[in-house]
T-cell receptor
Framework: GAVVSQHPSRVICKSGTSVKIECRSLDFQATTMFWYRQFPKQSLMLMATSNEGSKATYEQGVEKDKFLINHASLTLSTLTVTSAHPEDSSFYIC?????????????FGPGTRLTVT | DAKTTQPPSMDCAEGRAANLPCNHSTISGNEYVYWYRQIHSQGPQYIIHGLKNNETNEMASLIITEDRKSSTLILPHATLRDTAVYYCIVLRTGNQFYFGTGTSLTVIP
């Protein structure tokens, strides 16, 4: 089945630094990838939609200059949290849609736990 | 956007059927209903989806009312590993999923 991986699974960084999270579709080509954020005991919140080769579309209230998204290939999207602060500590999850199918099923990665100290 | 409403929590005895309801009264005619679940600290897992007809797969059954304003996910024989948060999502145009608060299902031994 379709598998999505994320790296790293956990990361701790100091306030003011930047951290990059990778999302890869391992056995399919993903024309569209999505990034979500989830705070403890809350639901997933969609941050942005990323289409290969074009700029990401951000949801209202999500700062595009703080959360940089790059989708340079059909199997890789990256999320960079710039100048991270403790309030950015969260569980970040990506998902992908297989490019050559009419199904809109999203395949989710295992998530990345970011802690900013 | 078609919003969904789910009970915040439910319990189910192991081996019994778990019936998880979802209201989506503002759904449009061409919007699909998707169900995912999330086990603690993992990414969501796809369960099933449907448009108008009832659907069944190896994991669950999905019953959609004729007016499409609500649906029920049925796990026929719940196990302890089915303890998770279950999300009912209406897929809007553009492929984006907007997650509601979900139902926290606890399967009791």
């Amino acid at each position: 089945g379709a598998v999505v991986s994320q790296h790293p699974s956990r990361v701790i960084c100091k306030s003011g630094t930047s951290v990059k999270i990778e999302c890869r579709s391992l056995d399919f080509q993903a024309t569209t990838m999505f990034w979500y954020r989830q705070f403890p005991k809350q639901s997933l919140m969609l941050m942005a939609t990323s289409n290969e080769g074009s700029k990401a579309t951000y949801e209202q209230g999500v700062e595009k200059d703080k959360f940089l998204i790059n989708h340079a290939s059909l199997t890789l999207s990256t999320l960079t949290v710039t100048s991270a602060h403790p309030e950015d500590s969260s569980f970040y999850i990506c998902s992908a849609i297989e490019g050559d199918t009419l199904s809109y099923e999203q395949y989710f990665g295992p998530g990345t736990r970011l802690t900013v100290t | 956007d078609a919003k969904t409403t789910q009970p915040p929590s439910m319990d189910c005895a192991e081996g019994r059927a778990a019936n998880l309801p979802c209201n989506h009264s503002t759904i449009s005619g061409n919007e699909y209903v998707y169900w995912y679940r999330q086990i603690h600290s993992q990414g969501p897992q796809y369960i099933i989806h449907g448009l108008k007809n009832n659907e069944t797969n190896e994991m669950a059954s999905l019953i959609i009312t004729e007016d499409r304003k609500s649906s029920t996910l049925i796990l026929p024989h719940a196990t302890l590993r089915d303890t998770a948060v279950y999300y009912c999502i209406v897929l809007r145009t553009g492929n984006q999923f907007y997650f509601g608060t979900g139902t926290s299902l606890t399967v009791i031994p």
